[in-house]
């Protein structure tokens, strides 16, 4: 019995390291990107590589709030076979385009500063600066433009589902997904938590240990926006 018991709680710890964070999230559709990367009212330059800031000259068709970058976060959780680790960025900018105080006509835009990348492993954290997966140093920018905002009447009030065109590591996808956003007429907030391919934006560890990484990367959003005074 005392065996038995031994067995089943070492499956279970075994079980519980290995489970997939990603398993029970929603997964982004993932499609070619738009070809009008603002396709609401209001207009965002297209850059290459995003190599430079994507979200100067951009013209507001409605009131344009700023991301709070000390209140909002942008993380994520990574896993491979044994585990799973946490992480994010600290360094990111954008805004709201809020037109008419409604979320499906207006437009976010999201620029993240690559290196400012943080894990809950130092070696990690250096090892995603890398080639191997975000290759900083040629690719130094990630940006996130909307192109289209709808509400989710089934799920009621305040759930909507956003598209938009995110590029990373120098390949652009439109990816759809699940988000509950409030606005008021000075403030906004835009929160979701769903899973991305990581080899759909060319992010593939070379050698068999890219095997043990799984592919589905759960991506956490905590937007929040107001306008400046």
Known sequence: MKIATI???TAAVLISACADPAANKP???TTAPSSNAAANTATVPATE????DVLSGFKAAGTQLTINEETSK???TGSKVTGKHDGGFKKFKGFIDLVGDKAESS???VEIEMASVFSDAEGLTKHLQTGDFFEIEKYPKSAFVSTKIVPDTAKGAGN???TGDL???????SITFPATISVTPNSATVNAEFSINRKDFGIVYAGKADDLIRNDVVLRLDIKAEKKL
């Open 160 to 162: 909507y589902t956003v």
């Open 107 to 109: 437009l976010v835009a």
């Open 7 to 9: 067995l089943v709680l």
């Open 49 to 52: 590589a995003v190599k430079t």
């Open 27 to 29: 997964k982004a559709a």
């Open 74 to 76: 942008v993380e994520f």
């Open 167 to 173: 590029e990373m590591r120098g390949v652009k996808k």
